[in-house]
């Protein structure tokens, strides 16, 4: 289990541009850095879809609705991964989750709010 806290979400115009961070302060580096991380989103009504996400290598995957607009990104030495995200639509509107691949249910934080107004 990591305790998992996400931040940077807002409200932007469409066009605009956020960047997201989540930190994992409680967990060990030994633990997190060999750990696969993404970034997931719910909106109301909807399941929690992965967005994006970073091997331990750095490998990275993006669903096909954020390709070209989103980078996900991690800094090891921080425990913390990153997904900057460019070019926003009002679809991207949500709640924005950061997990591990595979979830760990029990890790789930509060998640960030990101509002794109067109």
């Known amino acids: 289990q990591m305790y998992l806290v996400e931040s940077g979400g807002g409200l932007v115009q469409a066009g605009g541009s956020l960047r997201l961070s989540c930190r994992a302060p409680?967990?060990?580096?030994?633990?997190?850095?060999?750990?696969?991380m993404a970034w997931y989103r719910q909106t109301p009504g909807s399941q929690r879809d992965l967005v994006a996400s970073?091997?331990?290598?750095?490998?990275?995957h993006y669903a096909d609705s954020v390709k070209g607009r989103f980078t996900i990104s991690r800094d090891n030495s921080r425990k913390t991964v990153y997904l900057q995200m460019n070019s926003l639509k009002s679809e991207d509107t949500a709640v924005y989750y950061c997990?591990?691949?595979?979830?760990?249910?029990?890790?789930w934080g509060q998640g960030t709010q990101v509002t794109v107004s067109s």
């Open positions: 970073i091997s331990s290598r750095g490998i990275t």
């Open positions: 409680r967990t060990i580096t030994s633990v997190f850095n060999p750990t696969n």
């Open positions: 997990n591990s691949v595979p979830v760990q249910d029990s890790s």
